[in-house]
């Protein structure tokens, strides 16, 4: 049960001091301490100590709890791999949950919590899950909470989230944020461990632009954990010389505490830089983590291996930890894991955990070799640590519940034996880490001799070195990582030389797989994150799911967030057994990025809220704002939606204003987010003859034509006006919504479909401030602007005349005469940045006629009173004859949806065709989404004749009035419609009429 | 996924803008010719139908977030691999003048 109280309060003053740790060596900094508390008691331990090595210095082996049954649980890795010790870190709005307590680096202050228990830690009622353990093993949840149905959200989901879980997400938004970056290089290595090391240098000296990622804080990977000597030095020395000279490089960057995450085509790499995670929180300006985006010719992928638990009853129990973790914790972290130990292995590497331990005064008690055949190195290690060595054995049961008291083994011949012990080290063998081979689709192959998968082929560019390539000494990961930095310089054109080889002490890496103990009883964990046993596996084989990867989805194996990256291959090896297959016939699960977890914060960057899609503001935002406009977000951009005065008490009042100083005086709107396209050169015109469907080669020069531009499929894409300055230049218009799409779609009849057309096009809409100046004032303010006012007489200047002119005083500036309201208008085009200049210049010399500013909402009225066209009825499911506008289509010319608008169901007469309504009674409201049945008719969908696209209140009129596709269109001119709403319970009857309401024959137009 | 554009280099293929096959000829119909059958199914075919090919493909590809040129792309929908970038206009005058 997730606990929604704080932290449990401080249950004693302060813990044994650092019990467990080691009075020299590792990598820490003794001379200064830390504090930090988890689950509210105060601990201490020093910089280069994770949060698990911290908590295993103060005796603190209990650290949580697990996801289905809430067995206790400890710390079993000491890497990123970690399936148990999960906490939640931070506290507030920068609590993040799951959090492996094995990669957090300790910092002063820290604060961490266990997950998953309730009342605490230690007493968990929801343990008893662990008695139901049979009722509640793979499957359970899909058989049980079947039925009834309606359950499911209500009862069933909720009680499962509070049972069964992990952390508590902070719930508020993340204070820090996330930086996004670019590299690219010839040469990125992957892991800076003895082989990654080696490839880096190799590629460095040779003069390739390197990049070398660690996942860690520190570079070394196995070399600062094993306690080995490499170049007749301490590891961490030879390391460290190695890094002063990498450091040195000025084309090598080394990315620490940067996980690859993700290898994607043509040498692109997603990796994870966790800048600040070990820090109570970012200093200022900085970013917590950056997701990197990396460019590379070749790549080396050193990422190692990582052990495999074994699998026998109680593997799961604080003080059970595997064997490299726990010398990781002696020479790292000068800690120790336990004070009398018991190691259980399948493989030679474990020797070594055998000597660590005894090195620093732990007492092994007993040495555990599952192989049937003595080995001379666990002989050796056994007898150094004056250790009981039993070959063939096994370990059968651990004895202690929030801890290991002792194991319970078996030997070859069956004896049983007990052994008290406080640490038990296990060894299953080593897994070479080559996911980043597979996120391609390429499959690993299996290799016997080694009893692992290793990669099979690689992505292009990629080569794999050392332990992740299943070499498995630190010999051969030296020499294969220096041999393939050498090759990947050479393959980006470098001259490159071996660096000398390092001598390293001798090891023995001879491993025999045991996938399980057999004849045991009780809980033996495969997948320890989501609580999987050979019994659930078992299960999934029984009932058929035994593709492994049914049994990963059946019994939820490696699905949790460290997605199986313990258990994946123990789990499959047990289903092979079971269907009695070999393992690569078996098969392994699907490798996909990423490859560790990546906080969604992250992945996003600084795109969140407004900055993934910025608001675009008109030039005359400012001017509108100071003048109290209501703004309305249309697409992208912010615009005036309607400019309130005094007294008026709600929107339609405005609006009503608004329209009425339009009609009777004159105002004025910015229309500048219209999208503006300038076309130029000798076949502008043939190309906009090909685009529109109304011809344009024929507009003369200094007039603007309405256009209307198809789809190939017959469809209506856009539309608006074209403007000729010149025999070869022209200015378009789009709707607002489509500027980028009819961009595009020049773009590619020009290069693509007419290649034939000399022509070029470029979108000037955010060059140019447009305003509307409409009504029978217009001219009167417009003469007043312009510098030559008898050039914009009625005779000089007619009705779609386009000019180039100047204003203000030689302020360069384009004049349109064409109207959307139906009154006599203008359209005035200044640079962008004059915008306000000219709007206030307008307003000012507008006052004498009774100028009045207008919003989206007024140009909304305005065009539904005279019929024209707008988004809603360009829905691109209507052609140019269902909008009424058949008559522009060119019959002596091809374009775009000439041919495809003529079959045969798109010229059917029962279309849905635009046409105007008026409610019958006048008082009635119309809304835009209602549909239309015959008047009498009931409003059933047999009966759906249409749908109302857009209304409006006339204030001309004096009453609502609506544009609609009606089954018939004007065929039905006249007849009565039950115009039927049921979402706002509307059912009004309206008349079927012409789509211009106001003016009918355009005589204001002229004026 | 990088794509070498025939103008700019190599660049991340969220520079890029995806249409598709490029193969596919816009039918030249006569005007004012009578709609036959055979005209109807070019232009069905041209419009609404579209192969889902396993290995090479040509494709086209607009840069839109670089140069804005429309590009030929043979591409290997299995593997993604890249055998040959070319300017689609170059592509189509190619075509124009062997069909003349």
């Given at each position: ?741 009819v961009l595009q779609h020049m773009e590619h009849a020009l290069q693509w479909l007419r290649p034939d057309l000399e022509a070029a096009v470029v979108s000037i809409s955010e060059q140019w401030a447009q305003f509307s100046i409409a009504g029978p004032r217009s001219r009167d303010v417009l003469q007043r602007v312009v510098d030559s006012p008898e050039a914009i007489s009625n005779a000089a200047f007619p009705f779609m005349a386009i000019a180039e002119t100047t204003v203000l005083g030689g302020l360069p500036a384009r004049l349109f005469r064409i109207s959307y309201s139906g009154e006599l208008a203008y359209e005035i085009a200044v640079a962008a940045g004059y915008g306000e200049a000219l709007i206030r210049a307008i307003m000012e010399q507008g006052r004498d006629f009774g100028i009045a500013p207008y919003g989206t909402e007024t140009l909304g009225v305005l065009r539904i009173e005279k019929g024209h066209v707008a988004g809603n009825e360009l829905s691109g499911q209507t052609t140019a004859r269902d909008l009424g506008l058949g008559r522009m289509l060119a019959k002596k010319k091809d374009y775009i949806g000439r041919v495809l608008q003529e079959r045969p169901a798109l010229l059917a007469g029962d279309r849905p065709a635009l046409v105007g309504l008026r409610p019958v009674d006048t008082g009635a409201r119309l809304r835009a989404g209602a549909h239309l049945v015959a008047s009498g008719q009931e409003p059933v969908a047999a009966n759906d004749l249409g749908y109302v696209t857009s209304v409006a209140f006339s204030p001309t009129l004096g009453h609502w009035i609506g544009l609609a596709l009606l089954s018939g269109g004007p065929a039905r001119h006249g007849e009565r419609v039950r115009v039927w709403d049921p979402v706002r319970s509307g059912d009004v009857l309206a008349e079927v009429c012409d789509t211009v309401f106001v003016d009918p024959k355009g005589e204001r137009l002229h004026v | 996924m990088r794509i070498p554009c025939c103008y700019c280099g190599a660049r991340g293929h969220e520079e890029f803008t995806y249409l598709g096959d490029a193969t596919l000829a816009r039918p030249s119909t006569e005007i004012g010719a009578p709609a036959d059958d055979a005209t109807a199914a070019a232009w069905h075919d ?55």
């Amino acid at each position: 049960m997730n606990d929604s109280s704080p932290a449990t309060p401080p249950q004693r003053s302060s813990a044994p001091v650092t019990a467990m740790r080691l009075m020299d060596g590792g990598l820490i900094d003794r001379s200064r301490t830390l504090g930090f508390t988890f689950d509210g008691t105060r601990y201490t331990g020093h910089p280069g100590d994770t949060l698990a090595s911290a908590l295993l210095a103060n005796g603190v082996r209990l650290v949580g709890r697990s996801f289905k049954y809430h067995r206790p649980r400890g710390i079993l890795t000491a890497g990123p791999e970690e399936p148990n010790a999960l906490v939640e870190l931070r506290t507030g709005a920068r609590r993040e949950p799951n959090t492996r307590a094995t990669t957090i680096e300790l910092y002063d202050g820290l604060v961490a919590a266990s997950q998953n228990r309730w009342p605490s830690l230690q007493y968990d009622l929801l343990s008893i899950n662990g008695l139901a353990g049979p009722l509640i093993g793979a499957g359970f949840y899909y058989k049980t909470f079947m039925w009834p149905a309606a359950w499911w959200e209500k009862v069933y989901e909720p009680l499962i989230r509070r049972a069964a879980g992990l952390g508590r997400a902070s719930g508020v938004a993340d204070p820090d944020h996330y930086d996004k970056g670019h590299l690219h290089c010839d040469v990125l290595v992957i892991g800076a461990g003895p082989s990654g090391l080696m490839a880096a240098l190799a590629a460095g000296r040779a003069g390739a632009r390197v990049v070398l990622c660690e996942e860690d804080s520190r570079l070394g990977g196995r070399a600062l954990l094993d306690g080995r000597r490499i170049d007749q030095r301490p590891a961490a020395d030879w390391v460290a010389a190695i890094e002063a000279e990498l450091a040195a490089m000025p084309d090598v960057r080394i990315l620490k505490r940067t996980s690859v995450v993700a290898a994607y085509d043509h040498g692109t790499f997603a990796a994870v830089e966790r800048n600040n995670d070990h820090l109570a929180e970012p200093p200022a300006f900085a970013p917590r983590q950056t997701l990197w985006r990396i460019v590379a010719q070749r790549s080396v992928l050193a990422a190692g291996a990582l052990e495999r638990p074994l699998v026998f009853p109680g593997n799961d129990r604080p003080g059970v930890m595997l064997a490299g973790a726990a010398r990781a914790y002696v020479n790292r972290f000068a800690v120790m894991p336990g004070r009398r130990a018991v190691v259980f292995a399948t493989n030679d590497d474990a020797a070594l955990t055998v000597t660590t331990l005894a090195e620093v005064g732990i007492d092994v008690a007993a040495v555990v070799d599952a192989r049937s055949e003595m080995s001379p190195a666990m002989e050796a290690a056994a007898r150094m640590a004056s250790a009981l060595l039993i070959t063939g054995g096994a370990v059968t049961r651990v004895r202690g519940s929030l801890g290991v008291e002792g194991v319970e083994i078996r030997s070859a011949d069956g004896r049983k034996t007990r052994i008290a012990c406080d640490l038990l080290c296990m060894s299953g063998g080593w897994t070479p880490n080559l996911h980043l081979t597979c996120h391609q689709n390429n499959r690993p192959v299996w290799d016997a001799r080694l009893a692992a998968f290793v990669p099979g082929n690689l992505p292009s560019g990629m080569a794999v070195a050392g332990a992740a390539n299943g070499e498995m000494s630190t010999r051969s990961a030296i020499m294969r990582g220096a041999e393939l930095g050498v090759a990947a310089a050479v393959a980006c054109g470098f001259r490159a030389a071996s660096p000398d080889l390092p001598p390293t002490d001798e090891e023995s890496t001879s491993s025999s797989p045991l996938w399980r103990v057999t004849g045991v009883t009780g809980k033996a964990f495969v997948d320890f994150q989501n609580d999987v046993t050979v019994t659930d596996i078992g299960l999934a084989h029984r009932e058929g799911f035994r593709s492994v990867e049914h049994m990963k989805r059946y019994t939820t194996l490696g699905m949790a967030t460290d997605q199986g990256k313990t258990s994946s291959i123990n789990g499959l090896a047990l289903m092979a057994e079971l269907t009695e297959r070999s393992i690569p016939d078996t098969g392994i699960t699907t490798f996909r990025p990423p490859y560790q977890p990546v906080a969604l914060g992250t992945l996003a960057g600084h795109h969140r809220g407004k900055d993934f899609r910025p608001t675009r503001l008109t030039p005359t935002h400012a001017w509108a704002a100071e003048r109290g406009a209501v703004f309305v977000e249309t697409g992208a951009w912010l615009r005036a939606q309607w400019y309130p005065e005094s007294g008026e008490r709600d929107w339609l009042e405005s609006v009503n204003r608004e329209v009425r100083t339009v009609r009777n005086a004159v105002g004025v709107c910015d229309v500048s987010t219209l999208g503006k396209i300038d076309v130029q050169g000798p076949g502008a015109a043939g190309l906009l003859d090909f685009l529109y469907a109304n011809t344009m080669s024929t507009l003369p020069v200094g007039r603007a034509r309405y256009g209307l531009m198809l789809r190939e499929d017959g469809f209506v894409m856009d539309d608006g006006t074209v403007s000729r300055f010149a025999p070869d230049h022209f200015v378009i218009t789009t709707t607002t919504a489509n500027a980028a799409k009819v961009l595009q779609h020049m773009e590619h009849a020009l290069q693509w479909l007419r290649p034939d057309l000399e022509a070029a096009v470029v979108s000037i809409s955010e060059q140019w401030a447009q305003f509307s100046i409409a009504g029978p004032r217009s001219r009167d303010v417009l003469q007043r602007v312009v510098d030559s006012p008898e050039a914009i007489s009625n005779a000089a200047f007619p009705f779609m005349a386009i000019a180039e002119t100047t204003v203000l005083g030689g302020l360069p500036a384009r004049l349109f005469r064409i109207s959307y309201s139906g009154e006599l208008a203008y359209e005035i085009a200044v640079a962008a940045g004059y915008g306000e200049a000219l709007i206030r210049a307008i307003m000012e010399q507008g006052r004498d006629f009774g100028i009045a500013p207008y919003g989206t909402e007024t140009l909304g009225v305005l065009r539904i009173e005279k019929g024209h066209v707008a988004g809603n009825e360009l829905s691109g499911q209507t052609t140019a004859r269902d909008l009424g506008l058949g008559r522009m289509l060119a019959k002596k010319k091809d374009y775009i949806g000439r041919v495809l608008q003529e079959r045969p169901a798109l010229l059917a007469g029962d279309r849905p065709a635009l046409v105007g309504l008026r409610p019958v009674d006048t008082g009635a409201r119309l809304r835009a989404g209602a549909h239309l049945v015959a008047s009498g008719q009931e409003p059933v969908a047999a009966n759906d004749l249409g749908y109302v696209t857009s209304v409006a209140f006339s204030p001309t009129l004096g009453h609502w009035i609506g544009l609609a596709l009606l089954s018939g269109g004007p065929a039905r001119h006249g007849e009565r419609v039950r115009v039927w709403d049921p979402v706002r319970s509307g059912d009004v009857l309206a008349e079927v009429c012409d789509t211009v309401f106001v003016d009918p024959k355009g005589e204001r137009l002229h004026v | 996924m990088r794509i070498p554009c025939c103008y700019c280099g190599a660049r991340g293929h969220e520079e890029f803008t995806y249409l598709g096959d490029a193969t596919l000829a816009r039918p030249s119909t006569e005007i004012g010719a009578p709609a036959d059958d055979a005209t109807a199914a070019a232009w069905h075919d041209y419009v609404y139908v579209r192969d889902n090919p396993s290995g090479r493909h040509r494709e086209l590809w607009q840069h839109t977030g670089g140069c804005r040129a429309w590009l030929v792309v043979t591409r290997d929908t299995r593997t993604h691999e890249i055998h040959g970038v070319e300017a689609a206009r170059d592509v189509a005058l190619a075509r124009e003048a062997t069909h003349e």
